[in-house]
């Protein structure tokens, strides 16, 4: 089975034009967008937050601590509340993320701006993937605090000291090497679950651990460097995006880069991708087909024609 990172960009590209371009519909255009919005909740970082200037300086300082000290109960009872309610938000935004994506996948699929029935209909597919990735983030988490842990301890003799010595640097090397290769990890992970599970998911109608057996028997095994392959193509693509991404911005005024209005404004990047992604999929077999009555090199309607035979338009 010839396996290519570089077949599937034009059909992706010809499913992006098709899907958006022929006709052009704004109506659809928009309802794409917001589900473009949804699967990418959570995923791009927000602007910092700008420091109000120091007006009084250290006494500020002071204030605040002598009224922490007189307000412990008050204090502890608003941490506890701040950090409870960022949880509830974050978890609420990965939920709708979730079921977002399959949204995304179906409307590109289907060729529709469709937003009440995919959300019904993909509710098992989206509440499995959120609590998979929920589980998995934890996971992630406990293995970085072994790393951080681990660091600690190889350095608490310089650190009970009070001195950069022998242990300090060796915490650094063996921390930052461990460090790398856990980022290299969630690289290889996010790239796995959003790329090969959620259209696995998607197209087989399963949760996200029987997808996830599905996905890596059949599509990452004995294709890893295919794998390897596909992640580095995505990422030189990805380069190329930012720069009209960038560029959009600007020219824009930087409301391109407004929440919602990014994901309509970019949506063809977002669409291609998916696209792509579709499409390197498609090369594994007539089962995972997911543009089913159109040739991803010509747009041709294949409808009617027996499933594997040639396109009478372009050959293919």
Not at 200 to 205: N, S
Not at 222 to 230: D, F, M
């Amino acid at each position: 089975m010839n396996i290519s990172v570089i077949d599937p960009i034009t059909p992706a590209w010809n499913h992006m034009v098709r899907i958006l371009f022929k006709p052009f519909a704004f109506k659809k255009w928009l309802a794409l967008g917001f589900c473009a919005f949804l699967a990418q909740c959570g995923e791009q970082g927000g602007n910092g937050f700008n420091s109000f200037p120091n007006q009084s300086g250290s006494s500020r300082v002071d204030d605040t601590k002598i009224w922490i000290e007189n307000n412990v109960g008050l204090f502890v009872t608003i941490l506890a509340g701040g950090i409870l309610l960022f949880l509830l938000i974050s978890l609420l935004i990965a939920w709708i993320s979730s079921r977002g994506k399959f949204m995304l996948i179906d409307g590109i699929v289907k060729n529709r701006g469709a937003i009440k029935e995919p959300w019904a209909e993909y509710k098992a597919e989206g509440n499995s993937l959120f609590l998979f990735s929920l589980v998995l983030g934890f996971a992630l988490l406990f293995v970085l605090a072994i790393i951080g842990g681990l660091a600690t301890l190889i350095a608490l003799p310089d650190i009970q000291n009070e001195t950069f010595g022998s242990g300090a640097i060796a915490a650094i090397v063996v921390g930052g090497g461990l460090l790398l290769v856990y980022l290299l990890g969630c690289i290889l992970l996010s790239f796995f679950v959003k790329v090969l599970l959620v259209p696995t998911m998607y197209l087989k109608r399963v949760g996200a651990i029987e997808g996830w057996k599905i996905a890596w028997n059949q599509l990452l095994k004995g294709h890893a460097w295919q794998s390897i392959l596909l992640l580095l193509m995505m990422f030189l693509l990805a380069i190329g995006a930012g720069t009209v991404a960038m560029f959009a911005v600007c020219l824009t005024c930087c409301i391109a880069a407004l929440p919602y209005v990014s994901s309509v404004v970019l949506l063809p990047i977002s669409v291609f991708f998916v696209c792509y992604a579709l499409c390197y999929i498609q090369q594994f077999g007539s089962e995972w087909n997911f543009f089913k009555s159109m040739c991803g090199y010509c747009n041709y309607d294949l409808e009617g024609l027996d499933e594997g035979s040639t396109c009478p338009e372009c050959g293919k």
